[in-house]
């Protein structure tokens, strides 16, 4: 749902922008070119944002959680030819 609310919210105010081009003068044309821009920006953000809420299952879970896995690495010391000899 919120998807379309992002489609309806940069729809209408490219709609603005275009009346307000229609109907302002000549010296206006500057004025309303900013706005249906940060509008695309803000709600592909927040599309953005949403989609990674919901493919993460749950709210504020951004971690990756793994299990513990009990097993004892061994450390290997580097070793050269000169050492066997």
């Known amino acids: ?32 070119d900013g706005f249906p821009l940060v509008v695309e920006v803000i709600a592909g953000c927040r599309l953005i944002l949403h989609i990674r809420n919901a493919a993460s ?11 513990r896995v009990g097993v004892q690495l061994q450390r290997f010391l580097p070793q050269s030819d000169l050492d066997e000899a």
């Not at 940069?10 to 500057?30: E, F, T």
């Not at 299952?57 to 299990?67: E, Q, R, V």
């Open 57 to 67: 299952g749950g709210l504020y879970n951004t971690m990756i959680t793994s299990t």
């Open 1 to 32: 749902m919120e998807n379309v609310m992002y489609f309806v919210g940069v729809l209408v105010s490219c709609i603005i922008n275009a009346a307000m081009w229609q109907n302002l003068g000549s010296q206006w044309l500057q004025v309303p």
